[in-house]
């Protein structure tokens, strides 16, 4: 209880400080808030991807984006700065508190911007959803979107999941759309001793995992199984930019993989 305390009170005073120097921005959620999405500075994060989006991934103004995997806007924040109509941004979250709050914010963007609740079981973030994610439709119309984003999204995904995910998104896209996806990725050279902390759990499984007990916290995948199921769901791999989580550089943290819908 204490430690919580503690977290507030700290929590509050580094928004309290960013209120003061200017830092604050209307699509910029408190610390309390945005907590779950991940460790590293949110606006110095999704300045990073916006780059990432256009050079790799070729983003346009008028392109129909869909970002599976929304979290609280950290990536809606820079596309917002970017989308103009026909453009637009549709996101989809298991955190109700997240899309809510993005729900308030983005109501006077230049492109429509849409966020929608997913109850998807999450043993973190949604214990309690309705729906498995290796069942889950997108709520989306076939070919809907040129640009798919997700990122670490795939990292906290097992197989089953991640290639249910791989065939909505190729289902969602446009022939042509582009599908821009960050992993954790094993090369086959290092499959028998994964890099990063990760263990197998099974000889045979195409994953790895940081922590057996809850193997979702973080999932790296064989990079060997993530190209052929990218290529059974008619996605074809344009490029590969490696990461600097298994200790080598990287142009990011995770492993970036652009696909094309073919």
Known sequence: MIARVLTSLRLRAADARDAVTGRRDRLIPSRR???????????ATGEE???HFQELAGLRPEDRVLEVGCGIGRMSRVLAGVLRPPGSYDGFDVVAAGIAWCQSRYRQTPAPFRFQHADLRNPAYNPGGTVAATDYRFPY???????????SLFTHLLADAADHYLAETARVLAPGGRMFCTWYLIEDELRAAPP???????ARAPTAVRDPDVPEDAVAFDEAWVRERLNAHGLSLRALARGSWSGGEGRSLQDIVIADRR
């Open 33 to 43: 808030l945005s907590g779950y999405v991940g460790g590293g500075d949110f606006r």
């Open 141 to 151: 119309g076939d070919g809907a979107f040129d640009l798919v984003i997700a990122t």
């Open 49 to 51: 991807f916006l780059t």
């Open 196 to 202: 990063g902390g990760f263990h197998r759990v099974a």
